[in-house]
């Protein structure tokens, strides 16, 4: 904005010069009056462009008089300055990431002093808008945040972490959040950048670590396997000697239901047979046999049927 305003200032005066000579040219005293006022106006533009700045929203800045930083910053929207003599330098507030170790990778280790190798990480942060006057007086990088303070911050997260822990990204980056913050308060002092987040997309054991791991891996594998099959035949005997004892059970207790109808009828039997019966079945056997007299003063005969005795008392 102030920009335009400039250059609409510079277009009067040089209007104002472009008039003045073609009156000085063709001796038109007359256009001195206008020549007068649109170079006055024009001046006047020009130092009215020089004496605001505009700061965008999501930055902050603070005024500036031959080097010497003011100790207010400034806000976002119109700020007024001296004209030539002041400058308004601003700083983008808004959350930044910043990128690291995507070509290579930051080496660490764990607490048991396992080395890892940690890449691609993203730091997210953001700039205390107070504290603009203090950055602009103090700090001439622009990186604010470095490869090097990543590398520390992630370090001494590192070293807390046992070498299981290290690969869990939600154990890993809050740790590294605050290792990162910790970092940057000492290089600048508190409250100047904030660190929001930090993102890790890998971290890597080195070769024999992770050949460890893989057949430590494979090895529980194997015997979560085993131990899957052991409880299912242990299961399977179970349940066939169940079966087995159920099967025992029911033939024994048909065995006993049978003897004891057995004994039921044997006793039913015994109370039925009396003298009177046996009497009865006998004379039931010898059916229509009729007794026969052999010879004059004999005794009559029976002829029994054969396998039957008579009846003795």
Not at 63 to 85: C, E, Y
Not at 117 to 123: D, L, M, S
Not at 182 to 203: E, P, S
Not at 288 to 312: C, F, H, K, N
């Amino acid at each position: 904005m102030s920009v335009f305003v400039f250059v609409i200032g510079i277009l009067l005066v040089g209007g104002a010069v472009a008039l003045g000579a073609y009156a000085s040219h063709y001796g038109e005293k007359a256009k001195k009056g206008l020549i007068a006022l649109l170079a006055t106006i024009g001046l006047g533009v020009i130092i009215i462009s020089q004496s605001f700045v505009i700061v965008p929203t999501g930055s902050a800045g603070v005024r500036v008089s031959f080097g010497q930083v003011d100790t207010a910053p400034v806000f976002q929207g119109v700020n007024w300055k001296l004209p030539f003599v002041q400058s308004i330098e601003t700083i983008s507030t808004k959350q930044h990431d910043a990128t690291f170790a995507t070509d290579y990778g930051f080496s660490a280790e764990s607490k048991e002093k396992i080395t890892v190798t940690i890449t691609n990480v993203t730091v997210t942060y953001a700039i205390n808008a107070e504290m603009v006057p203090w950055l602009v007086a103090n700090v001439a990088d622009k990186d604010l945040v470095s490869a090097d303070i990543v590398s520390a911050g992630l370090k001494e997260a590192t070293q807390q972490l046992t070498v299981d822990q290290v690969t869990r990204r939600e154990v890993l980056q809050p740790l590294a959040v605050e290792r990162i913050q910790k970092a940057l308060d000492a290089k600048y002092g508190a409250d100047v950048i904030y660190v929001r987040a930090v993102v890790i997309n890998n971290v890597a054991y080195d070769e024999a670590y992770e050949q460890a791991i893989s057949d430590r891996a494979r090895a529980q594998e194997a015997q979560a396997q085993q131990a899957i099959i052991n409880q299912t035949n242990i299961d399977q005997a179970t349940a066939e000697a169940e079966a087995a004892r159920i099967r025992a059970q029911g033939e024994a207790d048909a065995l006993e239901i049978a003897a004891a109808a057995q004994a039921e009828a044997n006793r039913l039997i015994a109370e039925s047979i009396t003298p009177e019966m046996i009497e009865w079945r006998w004379i039931e056997a010898i059916g229509e046999w009729r007794p026969y007299v052999i010879g004059g003063d004999a005794l009559p005969m029976v002829q029994l049927p054969e396998g039957m005795t008579a009846p003795t008392e």
